[in-house]
């Protein structure tokens, strides 16, 4: 069973950055993707960013682009979220997942999930 454990987030102002991480405890040759995801109280969770895990293939929400960037560290089993110019908007609970069907935005389509990091963004 794979553990994904997220950590980074935070308190920011708006227009303020946020890097979080998330390590898994081990790797799994069926990993295809590995995905953020966010929810805000009484909404769905919807996915942020995304990338493939074999060619580094990265996928944004229109929401995101040009401010967020995944990146991931093979060696660390780890990926990044790097989150500039944040917005009040961004405010939600942050999801790290791995899925074995590729990158795709479906919830169900991801295998394991983390806890969750918090990320509030005030204005």
């Known amino acids: 069973q794979v553990q994904l454990v997220e950590s980074g987030g935070g308190s920011v102002q708006a227009g303020g950055s946020l890097r979080l991480s998330c390590a898994a405890s081990e790797y799994t040759r069926s990993r295809k993707c590995m995905a953020w995801f966010r929810q805000a109280p009484g909404q769905e969770r919807e996915g942020v960013a995304s990338i493939s895990t074999s060619n580094g293939r990265t996928d944004y929400a229109d929401s995101v682009k040009g401010r967020f960037t995944i990146s991931q560290d093979n060696a660390k089993n780890t990926v990044y979220l790097q989150m500039n110019s944040l917005k009040p908007e961004d405010t939600a609970m942050y999801f790290c997942?791995?899925?074995?069907?590729?990158?795709?935005?479906?919830?169900?389509?991801?295998?394991?999930w983390g806890q969750g990091t918090q990320v509030t963004v005030s204005s």
């Open positions: 997942a791995e899925g074995r069907y590729g990158c795709f935005w479906y919830v169900y389509m991801y295998d394991y």
